[in-house]
């Protein structure tokens, strides 16, 4: 079996979890003896060809208005103009046929499609070639990939959305097989119509526990107690609600490490939200691994629907304990209780009331780390790859 990713983004390139899964999923399956390659995009430059880790790599250049990854404050005619060009994109479409030719796969597997665009399982819609797209993020459904406007999640897919994605609805006729990497995820496309004539399945985000350090020991219930953030910093990321929350328990001996990168402009308002400056620290950068040995709470904050939040099995895999938004694919990963607690998202109050009952005596006696590995177990790579592999060689 020869298997085909296309991926917009793949490593070196990280700009999240989705580009590392990929990576995870086709090395993985290369390791089998299976051949494997990988469509990617750049931003510029000449078409390249590698073979890195066990797998073809084929690097072509993006020919968009602007590269979508990086940077922001475009004007609205050039964000018009990238929407539709990524509805039916005819160049990526033309590069997937040349590499198809190439590789002649019997499996097509669509990751990340933002720059390439729906217009890729019409292409990959041959004799003999099965289709499958992994759903790790919202734009085939929504142009800004959120599922949220106007200060709140959008439930359905609005009318407006509907209108402009739906030349993505139609290509998805052509998918032999969808896989959610949650429920919420997978859900909220079928529910909107998207791939009607496809299997469907759920498989977590792949988390290679070997390498995300050791385990640490739960919070004793003495001294000050840390709790932390790391992701990118923008608002829908929730960080601002977060600080609320902090600022709300002055009476509690706790502090708040915040990880990742922002804009000048976002850092400088998250820093003056807190009524207290040192007890929110801003660190920047900083490897997870590092980062989760200094904490003793993960929070997950997002105000945004997260189709399923990958930092919560790697919390789980340093035993720390989890605080989580209800919202989007998230609560499917917390055992409230035993693996963390949720609370409603945006809602600072409702945030420090959860907090309140991770630190009491009650909260702290229940949560369980052994369990924590019983739930990463699904998440393991040789899980993920196994799963995968049957969806490939089903007939």
């Known amino acids: 079996m020869t298997v085909l990713f296309v991926s917009n983004v793949y490593p070196p390139k990280v700009y999240g979890g989705a580009e590392l899964s990929t990576h995870a999923l086709a090395t993985g399956i290369a390791k089998t003896g299976r ?5 990617t995009l750049t931003d510029g430059g000449p078409a390249e060809q590698a073979h890195e880790d066990g797998v073809d790599v084929f690097r ?14 475009r004007p609205v005619h050039k964000k018009l103009a990238f929407h539709l060009w990524d509805n039916a994109n005819l160049d990526a479409a033309g590069k997937l046929k040349q590499v198809m030719d190439t590789v002649r796969p019997d499996v097509v597997s669509t990751q990340g499609l933002m720059g390439v665009s729906a217009l890729a399982w019409k292409v990959a819609k041959r004799p003999g070639v099965r289709v499958v797209h992994s759903i790790r993020e919202y734009n085939l459904l929504c142009p800004k ?8 999640i959008c439930m359905s897919q609005c009318g407006g959305c509907r209108t402009f994605t739906m030349p993505r609805s139609h290509f ?19 529910s909107a119509g998207y791939f009607p004539r496809a299997e469907r399945y759920v498989v977590p985000p792949t988390i290679d526990v070997a390498k995300l350090g050791p385990r640490k020991p739960l919070y004793a219930g003495q001294g000050p107690i840390t709790v932390g953030f790391i992701g990118r910093l923008t608002p829908e990321k929730g960080v601002e609600s977060l600080i609320d929350a902090i600022n709300l328990l002055a009476d509690k001996p706790v502090r708040l490490l915040v990880a990742g990168k922002a804009s000048p402009e976002y850092l400088a308002e998250l820093k003056a939200r807190a009524v207290d400056p040192e007890r929110v620290e801003f660190m920047g950068w900083i490897s997870p691994k590092d980062f989760f040995a200094r904490i003793d709470f993960l929070v997950a904050p997002s105000i945004w629907p997260e189709p399923a939040g990958r930092i919560i099995p790697e919390a789980y895999a340093h035993g720390v304990p989890v605080l989580a938004a209800r919202a989007g694919g998230m609560p499917e990963s917390i055992v409230e209780g035993r693996t963390g607690w949720l609370f409603a998202p945006n809602d600072a109050a409702d945030l420090a009331r959860a907090l309140n009952r991770a630190i009491s005596a009650e909260g702290l006696g229940g949560i369980d780390q052994d369990h924590m590995g019983e739930l990463l177990t699904d998440r393991g790579a040789e899980v993920s790859l196994s799963r995968y592999l049957e969806i490939f060689e089903r007939a």
Do not use: C, I
């Open 145 to 152: 990939s959120l599922m949220y406007a106007n200060g709140k």
């Open 60 to 73: 072509v250049p993006a020919a968009l208005p602007y590269w979508p990854f990086e940077g922001g404050g």
């Open 35 to 39: 051949r494997v390659a990988v469509l």
């Open 172 to 190: 998805s006729k052509s998918v032999d097989a969808v896989v959610g990497n949650s429920q919420y995820a997978l859900d909220a496309h079928t």
